[in-house]
């Protein structure tokens, strides 16, 4: 339905910054939100952040004021800078782009994933 790619991920000390990105090609459906979520082994995927076409966004509980999340609508490119690193932010961190297809049927997409690792 739709191709992203991310990248950004690595390792950093606590304290540290990272910045990943994601860019969307080939949709077939009209892109309205993007965002990001993290996965750790055996939890659930929880949310990070998520921003509208219109420039909304929304955070998780846990890295509001440290991360931001931004988009580039020309570029179908969303970007999450990661401030104030802590260890329990490691994570795999999912991209997903979500909307409407011709049909007005929500259609949505995730990345393929990229690991951020905080050190202590």
């Known amino acids: 339905q739709v191709q992203l790619v991310e990248s950004g991920g690595g390792l950093v000390q606590a304290g540290g910054s990272l910045r990943l990105s994601c860019a969307a090609s080939?949709?077939?459906?009209?892109?309205?939100?993007m965002g990001w979520y993290r996965q750790v082994p055996a939890k659930q995927r929880e949310l990070v952040a998520t921003?509208?076409?219109?420039?909304?966004?929304n955070y998780g509980d846990s890295v509001a004021g440290r991360f931001t999340i931004s988009r580039d609508n020309a570029k179908n490119t969303v970007y999450l800078q990661m401030n104030d690193l802590k260890p329990e932010d490691t994570a795999v961190y999912y991209c997903k782009a979500a909307g409407l297809n011709d049909y007005g049927a929500y259609r949505s997409a995730w990345g393929q994933g990229t690991q951020v690792t905080v050190s202590s």
């Open positions: 921003v509208t076409e219109g420039g909304s966004t």
């Open positions: 080939r949709s077939i459906f009209r892109i309205n939100t």
